[in-house]
């Protein structure tokens, strides 16, 4: 008896990787709500079923976007305040930001563009934007406590304090780009922020000797 062989799936014609990052930017610049399974198809260049079929809904795209951004967020974190000095560190910070939340027009951050306004209705997407939010602050806490300990700031600095002043700025500078503020602009910003938290946290003046 002669077993026929199996036929094998039609291997996918597109590329995963490609494909997400067009529904990605789709829904950067319309926003979740805004954003209709018509314009991802269009986006895609894919047809419906294909599109369902490989990725599911609406939805289930939304979180996988947003899930490979975060990911993607916090190798960029943590690569900026790896940087041997707290300056260094802020500085990368803040310029790698700057040059995401500006690019391609200027949409801000992904998550707090996207993401914050759907949170409060729907259960997952809030805790992956509260999940985001504490890993930041305590990646923060984390740097000013090694710039105390390496003598870059002063011992009695507060690092939870200096990381919520720079964790606000960050969001802050997500709204400002979507908003229309020019790079320079941003960075500008980005240093007065920075003098803040040097004035903050630096060490007190060696006192006078007769």
């Known amino acids: ?64 976007t947003l899930d490979r951004y975060l990911a993607e967020a916090r190798e960029l974190i943590g690569a900026a305040l790896s940087r041997p000095t707290l300056a260094e560190s802020l500085d990368e910070l803040a310029d790698r930001s700057i040059e995401i939340f500006t690019r391609d027009g200027g949409y801000g951050c992904f998550m707090m563009t996207t993401a914050v306004p759907e949170a409060g209705g729907d259960e997952k997407i809030t805790a992956m934007v509260r999940a985001a939010m504490d ?21 009695s600095a507060d690092p939870e304090a200096l990381a919520m002043i720079v964790s606000a700025h960050h969001y802050d500078l997500s709204a400002r780009a979507r908003a229309g503020y020019s790079v320079d602009e941003l960075r500008s910003l980005a240093d007065r922020t920075h003098e803040v938290v040097w004035k903050l946290g630096r060490r007190p003046a060696e006192p006078q000797t007769a």
């Open 1 to 64: 008896m002669v077993q026929k062989s199996r036929t094998r799936g039609r291997p996918r014609s597109f590329d995963p990787d490609q494909v997400l990052t067009s529904v990605r930017d789709t829904f950067w610049k319309r926003g979740y709500a805004g954003t209709t399974m018509d314009q991802l198809v269009a986006a895609t260049g894919l047809h419906k079923p294909s599109l369902y079929g490989a990725f599911g809904d609406k939805r289930r795209l939304y979180v996988e």
């Open 135 to 155: 890993g930041l602050d305590e990646a923060l806490k984390r740097r000013f406590r090694y710039a105390i300990g390496m003598g870059e700031l002063a011992e």
